[in-house]
């Protein structure tokens, strides 16, 4: 494995650590004990010579006690209101259960510590920046583990469902419990995922494989009506996920509605890489992903531009391909669409917490093992950062409660891990995230700077308000760099369930709204939350919105023409290929 471009080879891991390091790795789920200790000591220090900072937080913590005592007497005797409310988006507590004493009082005690401690985590004055949320972040984990939610003596819900079961659901819990253990120390998928397969279940839009190499399949959709628009589609998906969450199900498949649309639709299927593919960098992905996908478009669709859009890491990486290319004065591309997808990471939102020089150095250390990052340990690092839904919430309703959480298209596709090569996993985290070169326009490709005011071509950005991967008000800051006519489209939802949003069908949700902006060349954004306040609402789906707007990047309609397969052995390979399923590289053509 080449070393990474920042370090002299005699700094890379070393055999004689790596047993010592892999082991801790699979004790800390990969995150670095050195890199949490600094953030730790950072604040307990700078804590101890702050006098007073700490009377402050000692007269916090005796507030708060009286104020306990005081809803104490008061919930005695009756139902009463708390003396602190949870956050929206923590629903712990809401069920009528706990509003009765004492169990209501347990609650209480419980936000009351999760407040002070979100307060003593905060503003002690030189704790760094970084430190100050590792540290917090730290302390949340801590509390959500220690909830009152997890305890069965102390949970009203699962007291009363063991009374009512007579123990049944502790009994069903453990069978769950155990079920999940076996499988994932098998090393195999957890219950009910083997229902949902690419191309049986899932991913179902007809299509063919129309290009291949040693990263990528290119998969063409077949047309859905009489005539298509000129310039076709490219979708650029990540490759720290599959595909088709863009093609779950024929009732949320974004595919599927673009090409009723009257869209030619190209997408873009990563090869999930092995220990063979660990020198492959951040500029092969772009190169034989971005770039040689593009000249494939062209090539099928001759002297028609190309509408390109790019989901979560592969918008990152189209936003390089079109400023790369607009340096050039090159026209292959005719718009540019980033859904959820970062190219200032100044502000990274909760993956930033992972993001430091001790924790790039530990992953580094434990990628050289096998020459890349396995998904489960990335899909770890979601499940720290969101905790008390995914790790949490599942304890108490499939253990405690000896419930089954149904499985999803959704959670099976979530559930599809791929693997992440060496070499490209640490240029990204080290220049993108951690250095920020591509904002600040030090990212170099084939030796030419990657300059993000060079992308000309119309742009159409979105995010999600709850995003935890992609911040919204991360995402919006391509508009202060890029000198572009720009549409920022804000949906309500996350990082998934926000871009997976059909407007209609049953899977429809009726919650579904945005908030829209469009800005000319060179005119500069509103700060974003000032924006936020003043954007037009609109109810439903964005789908149909970018539609309207890829539209308006369209010159006319022109007859559609059935898709041309690749011939591979003598066959051609129908969607949603082979990359996707894991299946060996068979040579190209």
Partial sequence: MRSPPHADPSHGPSAIDLPLKVGIARFANGLSPASLAQAQTDWWLHLLVSPARQSQLAASALHKWQAWLHYLAR????????????????????????????????????????QWWDEATHGVRGVSRHHEEVTAFVARQWLDMLSPSNVPLLNPQVLQETLRTGGANLAKGAANWARDAMALGAGGRARGLQAFEPGKTLALTPGQVVMRNHLVELIQYEPATPTVWREPVLVVPSWIMKFYILDLTPQDSLVRHLVAQGHTVFMLSWRNPGSADADLGLDDYLQFGVLDALAAVRKRCPGAGVNAMGYCLGGTLLAMAAAWLGARGDATLRSVSLLAAQVDFQEPGELGLFIDESQIAFLEDIMAEHGY????????????????????????????????????PLRAWNADATRLPARMHSEYLRRLYLQNDLADGRYRFHGEPVNLEAIRVPLYLLATERDHVSPWTSVYQLLRIARAPATFVLCAGGHNVGIVNPPDGPLASPEAAYRTGAWAPREAPAKPLLWFAHAQVHAGSWWPHWCQWLAQQSSRRVKARPVTGLRVRGHTIPAPGRYVSGAPQEPAP
């Fill in 75 to 114: 919930a005695a005797q009756g139902p009463c209101e708390g003396c602190v409310t949870p956050a929206p988006q923590d629903k712990r507590f809401a069920r009528p259960e706990w509003q009765r004493f004492p169990y209501n009082a347990l609650a209480q005690a419980f936000l009351l510590q999760q």
């Fill in 373 to 408: 990052l396995d998904g489960q340990r990335m899909a770890g690092a979601f499940q720290l950062i969101n905790s008390r839904d995914l790790v949490w919430s599942k304890l108490v309703h499939e253990y405690l409660m000896g419930a089954r959480t149904p499985v999803t």
